[in-house]
């Protein structure tokens, strides 16, 4: 039964104005009905799985941009140190170099 007859049987059955041959007129649209919900359940589900995925890729992804955030922030931190390293040294040895009066 197509979804336009369901819905045209429906409306004549519940002010009771629907003729049919069969002997029970709700059965033909509850066996639609039947069908209809467990082609949306498995829509559902597959829809349902592939969500999953892709939260699970995104949290894959998420997990990976922050340990490369990690190593960055170590580089960085790492490079900033020596950075800070070499211009003390420089500094002091440029201080060094001003007492004992060599020029700069």
Do not use: W, Y
């Not at 009905?33 to 949306?40: A, G, I, N, S």
């Not at 559902?44 to 922050?66: H, Y």
């Amino acid at each position: 039964m197509s979804g336009g007859v369901a819905s045209s049987n429906f409306s004549q059955i519940i002010p009771g104005t629907f003729v049919s041959d069969h002997e029970e007129p709700r059965k033909p649209l509850m066996t639609g009905c039947k069908m209809d919900k467990l082609v949306m359940i498995e829509i559902f589900q597959n829809l349902n799985f592939k969500l999953l995925l892709v939260i699970r890729r995104a949290l894959l992804i998420a997990q990976d941009l922050s340990q490369t955030r990690e190593v960055f922030h170590g580089l960085a931190i790492q490079t900033l140190t020596t950075a800070i390293n070499d211009t003390k040294s420089f500094v002091s040895s440029q201080m060094i170099r001003g007492v004992s009066g060599h020029s700069i």
